[in-house]
């Protein structure tokens, strides 16, 4: 059970990259949304039959995640780097309801990343929290703010 735990949380093992495993994870995170949603897309489901699957999805891997890297922190130190399923939430949450364009995939992932290293506002507050939750409710936030922001420019067609 350990070892599924393992899996879970390093994201199929992308947490384990030597050059920023955060980065690997939201990654791995992106294609498989993109490469998912494409699916769907394709199947004729369509882009709000697609956001509501997300959501569901979004909701399951959080609470899978957050229970994973509960029973982790019995083995590493508190949001050890090689824990990305956090991230993988978070760039799922920042891409939800785009057009299914890669490139609008890979601005979801470079605001995701950005709001997740910089940390502004509460998502830092969040981050110095010492328990399981936290781990995941700062990705959360960051991928909030990264959604709030890609959904502007592309109203605003920025993008």
Do not use: C
């Not at 393992?6 to 384990?16: D, E, H, R, S």
């Not at 019995?74 to 824990?83: G, P, R, T």
Request: zero cysteines; glycine letters at 6%.
């Amino acid at each position: 059970m350990k070892k599924l735990h393992k899996i879970i949380a390093t994201g199929l093992g992308t947490g384990y990259s030597p050059i920023a495993p955060g980065t690997a994870g939201a990654i791995l995170g992106i294609i498989l949304l993109y490469i998912f949603n494409k699916w769907l897309n394709n199947s004729g489901y369509s882009l709000g039959t697609i956001t509501l699957i997300n959501l569901v999805a979004i909701v399951l891997v959080l609470l899978i995640g957050v229970y994973s890297i509960k029973k982790i922190h019995k083995l590493w130190k508190h949001d050890a780097s090689e824990i990305v399923i956090d991230e993988i939430v978070g760039v799922w949450i920042a891409a939800l309801a785009m057009p299914i364009k890669l490139q609008y995939y890979l601005y979801a992932l470079l605001l995701f990343r950005f709001f997740d290293i910089v940390k502004p506002f509460f998502i830092k507050k969040l981050d110095r929290k010492q328990n399981d939750w936290s781990v995941m409710l700062d990705d959360v936030l960051a991928g909030i703010y990264s959604l709030l922001v890609i959904h502007l420019l592309y109203y605003f067609k920025i993008i």
